[in-house]
């Protein structure tokens, strides 16, 4: 937390709503988005509102409209990157390796880098799951053209790894997407740090989503 930031929730514990002034420009805006992902999460889009963000940035509902036009506005853009970032994460690591990597290279290079931006952008990510059937369809509108983009990534990879001929060629592909990512996002609910490393989670679901739990020879 930066000095302005820390004065600033000083002030806000202290009782004392914190005026413009008191937060640079690009950080109130940050401490704005973390602070609105946090609670999207934690109460739901409805239950939420602009005086609730405020108040829990330490800042007057004035200085929100400094940044954001409404509560719709910053809804939008956590939802946006809820998405965004975890493409980004996976795009880069598979890129970054050899052409020539085989298929358990690949998928397990595309689900640590989901499994890492998801769980180190947990409120954002977890906001983006949890309240996207809340908002109204006029938001969910404009969040589906970045879904869709990222779910065909992750169906031009399945078949990317399936032209090598390592998967069995009677399996559906957008089936298999959606279980995977479903399944990886699932761990939003389940993951603590504590048990596992994120390393060790993607090597056991890249083992699990290709071998399965068949017991090979």
Not at 2 to 10: E, T
Request: with cysteine.
């Amino acid at each position: 937390m930066g000095k302005k930031q820390a004065s600033s929730h000083a002030k806000a514990t202290a009782g004392a709503s914190v005026s413009e002034d008191d937060i640079a420009p690009a950080e109130g805006r940050q401490l704005i988005l973390d602070t609105a992902a946090r609670l999207f999460r934690e109460e739901g889009y409805a239950s939420i509102s602009l005086r609730d963000i405020a108040a829990e940035c330490g800042v007057t509902t004035g200085s929100i409209y400094h940044h954001f036009g409404s509560r719709e506005e910053i809804v939008t853009e956590v939802l946006r990157i809820g998405v965004v970032r975890v493409a980004e994460e996976v795009r880069r690591a598979v890129m970054s390796l050899d052409p020539a990597s085989d298929t358990r290279t690949i998928l397990h290079a595309a689900i640590h880098a989901h499994l890492h931006a998801l769980l180190k952008l947990q409120d954002y990510t977890s906001a983006n799951v949890r309240i996207f059937g809340q908002v109204p369809a006029s938001i969910r509108e404009k969040q589906i053209v970045a879904r869709d983009a990222y779910e065909s990534y992750w169906h031009t990879l399945l078949q990317r790894c399936a032209a090598r001929g390592e998967f069995n060629p009677a399996r559906d592909l957008r089936l298999t997407r959606l279980f995977l990512i479903t399944a990886l996002n699932g761990s939003l609910e389940w993951y603590r740090p504590r048990s596992t490393s994120i390393q060790m989670l993607s090597h056991e679901l890249t083992e699990l989503f290709l071998d399965g739990l068949t017991r090979r020879g």
